[in-house]
């Protein structure tokens, strides 16, 4: 690629427009003020996978998702504390006296892309697609406390909420708002094949200029958004580089300008040379959405597949279907094993020690993460072994695996291929659980192969797995006795005590009295061990330094690009070519 | 010939149809379920159902073969991507034109060389020289393309610098002129073209080697030597191109190989081709995808033969009678 920059460099640098690029350190950043904002200039930012559509209602991947912020926009945006809001769309809202109701007053001075006014007509319409079970919007929980949304006027909507929740704003704005006067013309069932979806009009501060299949997305500065004076860059472009190896070579070349998900040996390297003054490359770590962990499966799957089996259509015998788990329906095994596994080490080798071990459901990033409110099983070898012994589990054949009642502790651990950190962290648990006479037998399935046996087959004994968390507090779809037939409570946890503490912290309004009750979440789930949570991961970006007035935090890497500058003296060949 | 080329066209059908069917219900078949990828915590217990059914997935597999079989015939429509709602038929076509330059780009390519270096072999026959190109040809024809193509991703893209490592064009493509536009193509375009030309090319050399061997060693160059006829006209008038009539009975069946080739060179270079909407597809379990590239595939194929059969019946009459008969 650099070749084909040289091209682009050459007659730059003869008209004089080329800056050079000296290596400039963090302590010689230069400190900026509003005045010295100038607009212009390109951001280029590495993808390794093209987006699967341009419509927030249709969209899934993160990829379409990182885009579709820059696209578009909500009534309300989350603020870093995760709690509070800023206006967007909505310049202002009232709750009702009741708290049943949240009145939006709506922005008068926004345009859409192709120029149509925005109003409350699009507001309505949007909720009545998201709330459209034809369509696969991911964000459908979020709207299923509203009861209905009506339209006063062009510019104020209501939202009516079934229930009193601490969540009713958050859920209210949850989803960006898309046109009605283009979607309106189109049938529900035609909504995720029509062309919409790789041509979107949004309100946001960039507008969709084309889409390469498979090579590039290009966005353009919106000049009419309604907050004057943003955007500042003319352009962003997103290059899609499937290997991410190639992705971290391409940023270090200059070909692209910005990566997300750096790999951690990278990114350790890059904050030496960052610290030493050697690059202008930016590494920014954060709180992100993600964590590992353990499932022991609860129930025996042999016998949950024959139950399933002779039910056919019917209804399964709860009792007879959820049948513990020959090893991990003991609470003391799963104690054992928790104990017997050293969380720190894993996290040191498999992140390079960019993540945080973790004890608990509750995930650092989110309000009611409370580090004291979980029961913390430490690393001890011997501790385990005495748990297993008191459980009548020892090795009476002396070959190295416990045993009891002629049932040898062993078992196979799944895990997802094409994930090296989890083939890793697997390796590592093998060992370890080796030490206390327990045979892990360590089985990498190919991803889709995997969920489906995982999900509905609950055709596994433990799986490491991760799930990426919303910055909503959610345990429900993961523990709740209502999900077991959900594939997200793959272990089929069922516990009429946590859904009486998770219902009592999700109906609280109260923020005090919501963290106790969440606090006794914690504890409850940290010591029943449905799961071995393993370490919550930072996230790794990089930015090229020339790019001022960013701000990355654990909303993600794409909360403020209309903010992002880039002084004159360092515009590079790519800010030139495209003012060309 | 065209009684010959018509009889040849009608027996692809069937082979088409059946292969395309064994395909069907192997990828139906196979584990995974296509929509794993839509499920999210936040979504409502029902939807999985209702996506199944939108998919046309939620139908004993006789009865989805029944309804696929209709739209293909009938409408040629193999439906709308699960992965984007996209027509699959209108992704393959966008992927197609970089696989196909691709393709001939690397066939062109290794056939020039495999044909030099195989001539340039037959000449220097039980020589040293032979025996390195032999040895050479042999090396490239068992090396996995994937190897290769990650040996010069590495040594040529990541360590030296030299080359783009992905895509067809750079960010910029569309803002360059003419000269710049087809310089920036040939770049990207370099180290695809090597690895699978490279990969290509032992085919030919092997072939015009042994070929080149037979027809020097044949009666009638001993009788042209004997008339005094000049040893380049013997060379490049009466052997190489006896020689290589023959190569064009494998320039057609070599085409299927090459389409899997640029498969796992475009994975490797990020070629927005057909390999990779193959890939994505195999991965995602993305069934009208993977029915709209096997086609291709499949059509690929019966072209390949039918034109190697064509060619070799212009190239040798004998083959048109043995046709009729």
């Not at chain 1, 503490?501 to 449905?530: I, Y």
């Not at chain 2, 023959?246 to 060179?265: E, H, M, Q, R």
Request: charge should be negative; glycine fraction near 6%; charged fraction near 20%.
């Amino acid at each position: 690629m650099n070749r084909s920059l040289l091209l682009i460099t050459i007659p730059l640098l003869l008209l004089g427009c080329g800056k050079s690029e000296e290596t400039r350190s963090a302590a010689q950043e230069v400190s900026y003020s509003e005045e010295d904002i100038v607009d212009g200039g390109n951001l280029i930012i590495g993808i390794t996978g093209e987006p699967d559509a341009l419509n927030p209602l249709t969209a899934h991947s993160k990829n379409s998702k990182d885009i579709i912020s820059l696209i578009y926009r909500r009534l309300a945006d989350l603020n870093e504390d995760l709690v509070s809001f800023s206006p967007q769309l909505a310049k202002s809202w009232e709750f009702s006296n009741d708290s049943l109701s949240i009145t939006f007053n709506l922005r008068t001075d926004v345009s859409w892309h192709d120029g149509e006014k925005f109003n409350a007509d699009d507001v309505i319409f949007t909720y009545n697609l998201q709330i459209n079970e034809t369509l696969t919007w991911d964000g459908y929980s979020s709207k299923e406390n509203v009861e209905r949304v009506v339209m006063l006027d062009d510019s104020t909507v209501v939202f009516h909420l079934r229930e009193k929740s601490p969540t009713l704003l958050m859920d209210a704005v949850e989803g960006y708002i898309v046109p009605e006067h283009i979607l309106s013309g189109i049938p529900i069932e035609e909504i995720e094949s029509t062309d919409f979806n790789r041509n979107p009009i949004g309100t946001g501060p960039f507008k969709f200029v084309e889409w390469k299949s498979q090579q590039s997305v290009i966005l353009e500065k919106n000049k009419n958004y309604y907050i004057r004076g943003k955007p500042h860059l003319d352009g962003i472009f997103f290059q899609v580089v499937p290997d991410r190896i190639n992705l971290w070579r391409q940023l270090q070349s200059g070909d692209i300008d910005f990566m997300e998900k750096v790999p951690a040996a990278d990114f350790k390297k890059l904050l030496d040379s960052w610290e030493r003054g050697d690059t202008r490359i930016r590494p920014y770590s954060f709180l992100g959405q993600f964590y590992e962990f353990i499932g022991w499966n609860r129930i025996d799957p042999e016998n949950y597949a024959r139950v399933m089996e002779e039910a056919g259509d019917s209804e399964p015998d709860m009792e007879e279907l959820l049948k513990p788990h020959k090893l991990f329906g003991s609470q003391k095994v799963r104690a054992a094993l928790t104990t017997a596994i050293d969380r720190k080490t894993i996290a040191d080798v498999v992140t390079h020690g960019l993540s945080i071990p973790m004890h608990g459901p509750i995930p650092p990033v989110l309000w009611p993460y409370n580090s004291t409110a979980n029961s913390v099983w430490e690393y001890d070898v011997e501790g385990a072994k005495a748990i297993l012994s008191s459980e009548g589990w020892s090795d009476t054949d002396g070959d190295g695996i416990l045993d009891k009642d002629g049932l040898k502790f062993s078992f196979e651990m799944v895990t997802n291929a094409g994930n090296e950190e989890r083939k890793q962290a697997l390796t590592i648990v093998q060992q370890q659980l080796k030490e206390i006479g327990v045979e892990m037998k360590p089985r990498v399935v190919e991803h889709t192969l995997l969920t489906g046996r995982m999900f509905p087959a609950r055709e596994f004994d433990a799986a490491l797995f991760g799930w990426n968390v919303g910055l909503k507090m959610e345990l429900t779809p993961l523990f709740h006795s209502s999900s077991i037939f959900i594939p997200f409570n793959f272990i089929s946890y069922l516990s009429p005590e946590f859904d009486m503490l998770e219902e009592a912290a999700k109906r609280e309004t109260n923020r005090s009295n919501a963290q106790k009750h969440w606090d006794e979440v914690a504890k409850l789930l940290s010591w029943d061990l449905p799961y071995t949570w393993l370490y919550y991961k930072l996230e790794t970006t990089a930015v090229h330094s020339r790019f001022k007035g960013v701000k990355i935090d654990k909303r993600g890497s794409f909360i403020n690009m209309e903010d992002w500058w880039i002084p004159l003296e360092e515009r590079a060949a790519h800010d030139m070519l495209a003012e060309n | 010939m065209v009684a010959y080329s018509l009889r040849r066209l009608l027996v692809t059908i069937p082979i088409l149809f059946l292969g395309l069917s064994l395909t069907f219900f192997v990828i139906r078949l196979a584990p995974g379920d296509p929509t794993d990828r839509f499920i999210t915590p936040s979504m409502s217990p029902g939807l999985k159902e209702n996506i199944a059914k939108k998919f046309g997935i939620d139908q004993p597999i006789p009865i989805q073969y029944i309804a696929w079989m209709k739209s293909v015939i009938l409408h040629f429509d193999f439906g709308n991507s699960f992965a984007n709602g996209r027509n699959a038929s209108k992704v393959i076509l966008d992927a197609l034109p970089p696989t196909l330059l691709l393709s001939t780009l690397s066939l062109v390519f290794g056939l020039i060389l495999g044909t030099l270096l195989g001539a340039y072999s037959a000449l220097k026959s039980g020589s040293k020289t032979d025996k390195t190109l032999t040895s050479l040809l042999l090396f490239f024809y068992s090396v996995p393309t994937f190897w290769l193509g990650l040996i010069f991703l590495g040594f040529f893209a990541i360590s030296l610098d030299w080359l783009p490592s992905s895509q067809l064009t750079s960010i910029f493509h569309d803002r360059l002129g003419f000269f710049g536009k087809l310089w920036d193509y040939a770049i990207h375009l370099i180290l695809p073209v090597l690895t699978l030309g490279l990969t290509t090319a032992p085919v030919y050399g092997r072939f015009v080697r042994n070929s080149m061997i037979e027809v020097l060693n044949s009666d009638f160059i001993t009788a042209a030597r004997a008339r005094g006829l000049s040893e380049r006209k013997i060379l490049l008038h009466y052997g190489l191109r006896n020689a290589l009539l023959p190569v064009i009975s494998i320039l057609g069946t070599s085409l299927p190989a090459l389409f899997s080739g640029a498969v796992v060179v475009e994975v490797i270079y990020s070629l927005p081709g057909m390999g990779r909407v193959m890939f994505d597809a195999a991965l995602g379990r993305d069934y009208p995808i993977i029915m709209a590239a096997s086609t291709v595939a499949f059509i690929s194929v019966i072209i390949g033969n039918f034109l190697a059969d064509v060619g070799y019946a212009v190239a040798d009459p004998r083959v048109r009678l043995e046709g009729s008969n």
